[in-house]
């Protein structure tokens, strides 16, 4: 089983498009609806929010985690891979366990980064994305790192998460919000060709960013041609390549197609809009982290 971890519903639009590339292996998805959103949180509470999602994964015998969450990979991903993975190993006594060491938590941000670079002709790229994955530089580090001449505008869209963890992000309240965010990064830099929905709850409110961005350029900018970019194809197909590249993986990916889901929350509350997400029955289990 491949686990898939995001802090509530937004991991779903990476694990459909996973299932997509990727429909021979089993998935076993965990979504933190209860703690939902990590956003606003502390870099501390999304660390070991994250860290114990990681745990319960590995101890339900995934061997690979994917945090399909930009929030939990700007935050805890570094360090879950640096310092813990050979504490979690010892602490559920697997300590001289031949499979030692084949643990993996991947993140989505580097796949992202990776892609980018293919997709802007002006080399102005906006970034929208969580408090918290803004707050953290994750994006304009790592572009700088890999593509030095890309310029990159980021805005925190702090509402976004909130009306599509609660339903709301198809509502005409939602219009406010969505017009707010794009009009400060469109207007910010105005050679902006490139907006990457760097959080993965995004996609959901696309028909309306799409709306706004149709209406905005043409009223004020008609010339102007911007490229919306969403994660999940771009996931899965790093993915995909990373297991070509780690074939020893593959045996714990599972090869039946199944996928599980799990909430923090009340499975009621989770399998409706998940239903909505995956275009397909949803039935949760509950499970508490700690
Ligand atoms: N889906 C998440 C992300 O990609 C997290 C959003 C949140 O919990 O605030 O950043």
Not at 30 to 54: C, I, K
Not at 159 to 183: C, Q, R, T
Request: hydrophobic share 40%; net charge negative.
């Amino acid at each position: 089983m491949i686990g898939i971890f995001d802090s509530g519903f937004g991991g779903l639009t990476i694990l459909k498009a996973i299932r997509r590339h990727l429909p021979q292996y089993d998935y076993l998805y965990l979504g933190d609806n209860a703690r939902s959103p990590y956003g606003s949180r502390s870099f501390e509470v999304v660390y070991s929010y994250t860290l114990q999602a990681v745990n319960y994964l590995f101890g339900r015998g995934c061997r690979l985690v994917i945090l399909a969450c930009n929030t939990a990979s700007a935050k805890a991903l570094r360090t879950i891979q640096q310092n813990d993975l050979p504490y979690l190993w010892e602490e559920r006594g697997e300590v001289g366990d031949d499979k030692r060491g084949l643990e993996r938590v991947l993140g989505v941000i580097r796949p992202t980064v990776e892609a980018l670079a293919q997709y802007t002709k002006s080399g102005h790229v906006g970034v929208l994305a969580t408090e918290g994955t803004v707050a953290s530089e994750s994006y304009p580090i790592e572009i700088a790192k890999l593509f030095p001449h890309i310029s990159v505008h980021q805005q925190a869209c702090p509402m976004w998460v909130p009306l599509i963890e609660n339903a709301e992000h198809e509502s005409a309240g939602a219009d406010y919000f969505v017009g707010k965010y794009l009009e400060q990064i469109l207007t910010a830099d105005e050679r902006i060709d490139t907006l990457l929905l760097a959080c993965t709850h995004y996609p959901l409110l696309l028909p309306k960013i799409e709306t706004f961005l149709s209406r905005w350029t043409t009223s004020n900018q008609p010339d102007r041609q911007i490229r919306l970019l969403t994660q999940g194809d771009i996931v899965a197909v790093s993915l995909a390549d990373y297991l070509s590249r780690h074939p020893s993986l593959l045996p714990y990916c599972g090869n039946s197609g199944r996928v599980e889901f799990l909430t923090t929350e009340s499975e009621e509350r989770f399998a409706r809009p998940a239903a909505i997400f995956m275009g397909e029955e949803v039935a949760a289990r509950h499970v508490e982290l700690k």
